[in-house]
């Protein structure tokens, strides 16, 4: 089952620089994510200056139990990235 997750940063001044504390250790789980078929596209959502306001993640889990687990685990919600998260059923349209 796929799930589209939508996160948003912080708005404190401090907030860009917990995400850059914890981003390389983001992007190694979501590679790891992606070895392993759960990660199946995403990136950082941009504000109107191209600077990092939050992330849009699509996921592949069994079900949502399975990935809210492995959120616990997810750098930036541990190191306090992400005030704002919505997660819904998600399903990729395939093209013709």
Known sequence: MQFLLLAYDGK???ALQRRLNVREE???K?????????????????????????SMIV???PDRQA????????????GGVWTKIEI???????MV
Request: aromatic content about 12%; hydrophobic content about 35%; glycine content about 10%.
């Open 12 to 14: 404190d001044p401090e």
């Open 26 to 28: 983001h992007l190694q």
């Open 30 to 54: 979501i590679s790891r994510l992606k070895i392993a078929g759960e990660y199946l596209f995403g990136g950082a959502i941009l504000n109107d200056s191209g600077k990092m306001i939050g």
């Open 59 to 61: 996921y592949e889990f």
């Open 67 to 78: 990935l809210d687990e492995k959120l616990k685990n997810e750098p930036y919600i541990t």
């Open 88 to 94: 819904q059923p998600f399903r990729h349209a395939k």
